[in-house]
């Protein structure tokens, strides 16, 4: 998992607010997440749209365009509930940037999820994010690619824990960090098990399961 920021490129500034309140329209918004909004949101900004008419590289169904939305926290964190209406209502691919202030010291995270678009609502996978970063910073230059495709994906990989493996599809390595994330929790459970279990032939059973899975999860990873 990489920490960077990208230098995104000018000729994709779009720079306009959005209020909040057009996020409560959507459905998927309850009263808890309303509230977050407004205990957490300081503001959302439209930073920049990544499309064939501002980048010249040529979108698809799938990836028409990619969106890096600011949003300035109010406290320390914006959490995912967040972030997730946002993604339901936009329906294209976001790189979201979150802005905070510690000490009077500005610091900011580049945070994703992998969004599959298609009939309805869009398909997200978890979120995966960098660690916080001063603000001064350098930015990096974005990921060469020759499709908007290429490059969603190439903008999500870093901030992945999962290497993509050759050949693999952005959707393929959120697949299996979701097996790796659940098989994380099920060898945390067997070893708790296992340190409490007294029963000697328990003990022995949940060892080679702890194995097993174990293996599992080094073949994902």
Known sequence: MADLL?????????????????????????TAVREKFISDVQRITWSYKLAEATINLPGTAAVPEVQVFTIDAKASDVGEPILNAIDKAIPFPI?????????????????????????????????YSTGWQPGGTGRQAMPT????PALYAALLQ???????????????VADRLATVRKLEREV??????????????????????LKTKQHELEQQR
């Open 158 to 172: 870093p901030l992945t824990p999962i290497t993509a493996r050759p050949g693999e599809e952005m959707s393929d």
């Open 188 to 209: 945390a459970s067997l070893e708790r098990k296992l340190r409490t279990e007294p029963q000697l032939n328990r003990k022995v059973e949940l060892r080679r399961t």
């Open 95 to 127: 790189i979201f940037e979150i802005a905070r202030h510690r000490a009077d010291q500005p610091e900011t995270r580049t945070v994703a999820a992998h969004k599959q678009l298609g009939v309805g609502t869009p398909k997200l996978s978890a979120y």
């Open 6 to 30: 990208y230098r995104w490129p000018e000729a994709a500034k779009f720079g306009r607010r959005v209020p909040k309140e057009k996020f409560y329209e959507h459905g998927t918004v309850n």
């Open 145 to 148: 690619a020759i499709t908007l």
